[in-house]
């Protein structure tokens, strides 16, 4: 068995847990206390658990972004439902996007440049994720009326095969005509 990698050991632990980590990264230095991660380290070894200070500025640096993505999206959840309220005509794709723009600010805001790329970064995957499925269901219509399509061809076949009557056969001769200019044989 593959052993953990010991940021993950931080990140995975309880939330509560990893407020406390946070709160000893946060102690202020003092003549009494070495303060910010050396005493979070000091205080995480103490409990048995160890860990690199790397690791631990990792997971705090980590902590933080997590902080600042789940105040965006608080933010961008209250802007959009503000917006359904007043503009309950307003279409839900529309909404996502004031949200989605909100949600960049905010993060953009907090001043970390690299937070506002990969946050394009996902707004671009997630776009083009629902493009791909938007084709895909488009794939299938498709597919469904070449079956019908090609269902009504094999029945206007046997029609010709088994005679026509007057009446009837400049109509199947149109659609025939029709099919055979889509492709459908």
């Known amino acids: 068995m593959k052993k953990p990698r010991s ?20 102690t202020p230095k003092s003549e009494e206390c070495v303060g910010g991660l050396a005493f979070a380290l000091e ?7 160890t860990v690199s200070m790397s690791t631990l500025a990792d997971f705090v640096s980590w902590w933080r972004l997590q902080q ?3 105040r965006a999206a608080s933010r961008a959840e209250e802007i959009a ?33 690299e937070t506002y790329v990969n946050l394009e970064h996902l707004q671009l995957k997630r776009e083009s994720a629902e493009t791909k499925a938007r084709l895909e269901q488009e794939k ?6 070449r079956l019908v399509l090609s269902k009504a061809w094999s029945q206007l076949q046997r029609i010709r095969e088994q005679g026509l009557t007057d009446a009837n056969k400049d109509g199947v001769q149109a659609l025939l005509a029709e099919f055979e200019a889509l492709g459908v044989k």
Request: proline share 4%; no cysteine; glycine share 2%.
């Open 7 to 26: 940021d993950s050991k931080l990140k995975s632990l309880p939330v509560e847990r990893q407020e406390q980590i946070i709160a000893w990264a946060n």
């Open 43 to 49: 205080q995480l070894k103490s409990d048995g658990l």
């Open 81 to 113: 439902e503000m917006l359904r309220q007043q503009s309950p005509d307003m279409s839900p794709e529309k909404v996502r996007s004031v949200a989605q723009s909100v949600f960049t600010l905010e993060a953009v805001d907090a001043g970390d440049a």
């Open 140 to 145: 299938l219509v498709i597919s469904r009326q």
């Open 68 to 70: 600042r993505f789940s």
